[in-house]
């Protein structure tokens, strides 16, 4: 599954800055399970993240980026903390590809 929700992102933003806001978070959930995540899941997200960013950025706010990797399942702490991995690389390659400033996103704790 790939985060949706982009679309039009950059005038609601311009929106949110006129009425303050200095940070936004954005949350993509990755899945363990059989074959789960896949390499497509992975990258699709990471993409959409790192363009929430770029989008964040240019209209001046603080993006908070967040690929949240769910605890629960059968998978031992080491697969989560592989897939959490695998995750935080991916975003960060392509938030580096987009250009968004290394100083400005910001990750959660999950990161």
Partial sequence: MITEGLDGLAKRIAEYVALGAKFAK??????????????????????????????????????????????????DIDTCE???????QGGLRAALLRQVPSRRPSSSPTW
């Fill in 26 to 75: 954005w949350r993509a959930v990755i899945d363990i399970g059989r074959n789960m995540p896949s390499y497509n899941c992975i990258n699709g997200n990471a993409q959409a993240l790192a363009r929430y960013a770029a989008l964040c950025v240019e209209g001046g706010l603080v993006p908070i980026v967040e690929p949240e990797v769910l605890m629960d399942g059968e998978h």
């Fill in 82 to 88: 592989k897939i959490t991995e695998w995750g935080a």
